[in-house]
Nanobody, 119 residues
């Protein structure tokens, strides 16, 4: 059974930090590129950050560059999103996403974790 379980969300003041974690199971984690998406109320889901299967390359949305860092630990089947200098506009549900390495495999989504940035 495939699972992606996010954790680490919560309420934080502007300028604060949070670290999200996503624990993967039920598939060969090290073969999948991993991504973090977010969806704010009334808005479309957007890509926040991505990391290749072995972690050699990362990419970020312009809105989070220099503030967020994605990383992964293939030995522990974990992917992280370190979020610093948080802004109210970062408020959203954050989702972990496993991108299939081949067309005959599936993509997977986590259930999401709420991040609220407010004073």
């Amino acid at each position: 059974q495939v699972q992606l379980v996010e954790s680490g969300g919560g309420l934080v003041q502007p300028g604060g930090s949070l670290r999200l974690s996503c624990a993967a199971s039920g598939f060969t984690f090290s073969r999948y590129a991993m991504n973090w998406y977010r969806q704010a109320p009334g808005k479309e889901r957007e890509l926040v950050a991505g990391i290749t299967s072995v972690g050699g390359r990362t990419n970020y949305a312009d809105s989070v560059k220099g503030r967020f860092t994605i990383s992964r630990d293939n030995a522990k089947n974990l992917v992280y999103l370190q979020m610093n200098s948080l802004k109210p506009e970062d408020t959203a549900v954050y989702y972990c996403y496993a991108a299939r390495p081949s067309t005959w495999e599936r993509n997977y989504w986590g259930q999401g974790t709420q991040v609220t940035v407010s004073s």
